[in-house]
């Protein structure tokens, strides 16, 4: 893994998983986005030459029978030995309203080295860019410190720090602190993986991110940050009763404020989302006659290298990305989908005529 950057193998998993979840974008069906994406990564995970455990999957939270926490994942190999988090689409909701901001995300690290939520589905929040000490803000701190010290390190007055978050009712008394303390508020419906990877991002639309979301998508942020030099704490959100027993008694501490480390260990880490629907972050899926064309972003920690990829996709050529249209009703739509990549002004893949760099 020392050599080896996986993330540019794990983008064609997001890539295809795009394209698939694309195909129901705006069509009112969130369930059969949801499922294309999560069938087509795990074809293509299969294709990975590792070792791979999911630790963030669909599993409990979503009641998806494939990418559940524990399945085995890749094409056999002894090495990489690896967990790997997955959120196939990232926006089920957005992308089956025709909404902005959905994108199909994984992430790898080493083997034991991501946060495993138990029962936990959800969790408190609160990410910074790179530029943010760590030690000068937390979990335990007001949301008025907090805002004061994102909005010194970023030499900005309190007025133009924009704090992002989920758009839920559980957030309206962090809404009115954050706006008491002069910060501007920006809401969104769904996708805070996305979120969270704009507050790192230079010249980016947000500052920084809090509230509560889902503790799996929490710990792919981890992942992306870590990547990016960004930060992210979180706390445990037990949603019940019932919840909270059982994370006690598989010996979670709530009160623990979880920080990047305890969220992602080591600086093996890989990290790849492509677009599904336009967004802040990345471009959607554009389907022209004859193929289509991906946005994504890919990231490996060790080497802190960040790269956006514009991928053009020919049905023509056959590819590991290839989206089997058989069922479809529209008989003029493609059955098959590959890929060729530009990579400072040079297109790699089949039919391309050179091979990549990697």
């Known amino acids: 893994m020392v050599q080896r950057n996986l993330a540019l193998e794990l983008v064609r998993v997001t890539e295809a998983a795009a394209l698939a979840a694309g195909r129901w974008f705006g069509k009112g069906d969130k369930n059969a986005a949801d499922q294309a994406a999560v069938d087509m990564m795990r074809k293509v995970l ?26 085995r994942i890749g094409d056999g190999s002894m090495f990489p030995k690896v967990d790997i988090a997955v959120d196939p689409l990232d926006g089920t909701t957005l992308t089956s309203q025709g909404r902005n901001g959905a994108i199909s995300v994984i992430a ?39 805002i004061k010290w994102v909005a010194r390190a970023l030499d900005k007055p309190v007025s ?5 978050m989920l758009d839920r009712p559980r957030h309206a008394d962090l809404i009115r602190q954050c706006r008491e303390a002069g910060a501007r508020i920006r809401l969104i419906s769904d996708g805070d993986v ?52 059982a994370a006690i008694e598989r010996g979670y501490d709530l009160n ?15 990290f790849a989302a492509t677009g599904v629907s336009d967004g802040d972050l990345l471009r959607g899926v554009r389907y022209h006659s004859g193929g289509a ?3 994504s972003i890919v990231m490996r920690c060790k080497s802190g290298t960040v790269r956006f990829v ?17 069922d479809s009703d529209d008989s003029s739509a493609p059955r098959r989908a590959g890929g060729a990549a530009h990579y400072g002004g040079a297109t790699f893949g089949r039919g391309a005529g050179q091979r990549p760099p990697w």
């Not at 589905?121 to 008025?144: C, F, H, N, W």
């Open 108 to 146: 790898v690290a080493e083997r034991d080295a991501l946060f495993d939520p138990g029962p936990c589905m959800y969790m408190e929040k609160l990410a910074v860019g790179p530029q943010v000490d760590p030690e000068s803000i937390s979990l335990d701190y007001s949301v008025r410190h907090n």
């Open 194 to 245: 996305a979120g969270a990877i704009e507050v790192a991002k230079t010249g980016g639309p947000v500052d920084m991110m809090m509230g509560i979301g889902g503790t799996p998508e929490g710990v792919i942020a981890a992942c992306a940050l870590k990547c990016m030099g960004g930060h992210i704490q979180g706390r445990l959100w037990p949603r019940d009763e019932k919840e909270r027993q």
């Open 160 to 164: 133009d720090v924009t704090v992002l």
């Open 310 to 326: 514009e991928t053009h996709h020919k049905w023509t050529k056959p590819s590991v990305t290839n989206i089997d249209m058989s």
């Open 293 to 295: 064309s991906t946005n």
């Open 46 to 71: 299969n294709s990975v030459a590792m070792d791979g455990v999911v630790v963030i999957g669909e599993g409990e939270k979503d009641e998806a029978p494939m990418l559940y926490c524990g399945e």
């Open 256 to 270: 623990k404020i979880l920080l990047m480390d305890d969220l992602c260990k080591g600086d093996d880490v890989f």
